[in-house]
């Protein structure tokens, strides 16, 4: 993934700049991700299968790294991620 095609953050505020930057980041990765399962979908090569793969692997690793970077910078995130897992992952499902 490359960030230089993406537009500089519109904060001036030092903590929200790197937010965004973050947060832009994870776009990214979700695009790629989507982008190379997309490929996989469509490819007959078994040898190229397997790396498209592999690579699909990274990205979900890319993402994790980069939201939990995120949950560092951003306490009002990290604070919802621990009601939504109180909430609904630990629970076992999303509930209404
Ligand atoms: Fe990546």
């Known amino acids: 993934?490359?960030?230089?095609?993406?537009?500089?953050?519109?904060t001036t505020h030092k903590l929200h700049?790197?937010?965004e930057i973050i947060r832009t980041a994870i776009i990214a990765e979700l695009d790629a991700t989507n982008l190379y399962q997309a490929q996989l979908d469509?490819?007959?090569?078994?040898?190229?299968?397997?790396?498209?793969?592999?690579?699909i692997d990274e990205e979900r690793e890319?993402?994790?790294?980069?939201?939990?970077l995120l949950m560092k910078l951003d306490k009002e995130q990290m604070d919802k991620m621990e009601e939504v897992n109180a909430s609904t992952c630990i629970a076992g499902g999303f509930q209404e």
């Open 62 to 68: 890319h993402i994790s790294e980069l939201y939990c």
């Open 1 to 10: 993934m490359s960030l230089a095609t993406v537009d500089r953050p519109k």
């Open 42 to 55: 469509n490819l007959n090569s078994e040898e190229a299968k397997k790396v498209i793969e592999h690579i």
């Open 17 to 19: 700049y790197d937010q």
